[in-house]
């Protein structure tokens, strides 16, 4: 396959910044109360993924906008910013270019394809994808009580299934030398036209779709200061976890 050059757009500069609210390990080891409110999360971004206290629900935040996909694949408009969440990945969305995908092609050469729309694998990049879409499979897992791993929650998972859909997808790339930190590789929450369903991508097959991408050269973590966090032995292997829980 040809290498994809991004289309160059005009914007405004962005700052180029993302933000985690928290590390993404302890959300692998099942710390799933942090109490990060969103009105906090906002000030650094509004445009992000990620989930809410006790891991209910998948989250995608989109012009400023939160919206939440419970484990029955409904969405809901969160409109309270008192609402918390254990990990959140946010930017203020500025594209620094985008490209037309205009052929139907499986999920392996999708990501390929994304990948080589990067020049580094080792910053972040956000990703905003809008389009048409042959099929489209998305996760939510249910709510969780605290301390059960990440990965054994997800061998429970929901999953839910479109057709010749179209949406909206809410992503980021993450460098694999900071798996600890974000989600590694591209990683991608789905939400259809009506803002009726969507969730954790695990698979899709775009027909047509337009790919902005922001490059993002400055991370910006807070670290929790609730008692879980600052006494836990981390132990467990976060690549591997992280593997089998996104897929």
């Known amino acids: 396959m040809e290498r994809t050059t991004l289309r160059r757009i005009r914007k405004r500069k962005a700052d180029n910044k993302v933000y985690l609210c928290a590390p993404v390990n302890s959300l692998v080891e099942g710390i799933y109360e942090q109490n990060i409110p969103f009105y906090e999360i906002k000030k650094h971004g509004d445009f992000g993924l990620g989930t809410f206290n006790d891991l209910d629900g998948e989250m995608m935040m989109v012009d400023g906008e939160i919206f939440r996909v419970g484990s029955d694949g409904k969405v809901n408009q969160i409109t309270d910013e008192e609402v918390c969440s254990p990990f959140a990945c946010v930017t203020n969305f500025q594209p620094s270019g985008e490209e037309t995908l205009e052929q139907e092609m499986s999920y392996p050469d999708f990501l390929k394809w994304m990948i080589e729309l990067m020049p580094s694998p080792n910053i972040f990049y956000a990703f905003r994808i809008t389009g048409e879409f042959g099929y489209v499979k998305t ?34 790339y993450t460098p694999s ?70 897929k």
């Open 139 to 172: 996760r939510s897992v249910p709510k969780q009580e605290n301390y059960r791993p990440l990965v054994e929650v997800a061998k429970e998972q929901p999953t839910f299934e479109f057709n010749d859909v179209h949406g909206l997808m809410v992503g980021f």
């Open 177 to 246: 030398f900071m798996a600890s930190l974000s989600v590694p590789g591209v990683h991608l929450h789905f939400l259809t036209d009506d803002k009726s369903s969507g969730g954790h991508l695990l698979e899709c097959r775009p027909r047509k779709v337009k790919v902005e991408l922001q490059y993002l050269y400055t991370l910006e973590l807070s670290l929790p200061s609730n008692l879980d966090y600052l006494t836990w032995d981390f132990q467990r292997d976060i690549g591997k976890d992280l593997d089998k829980a996104e």
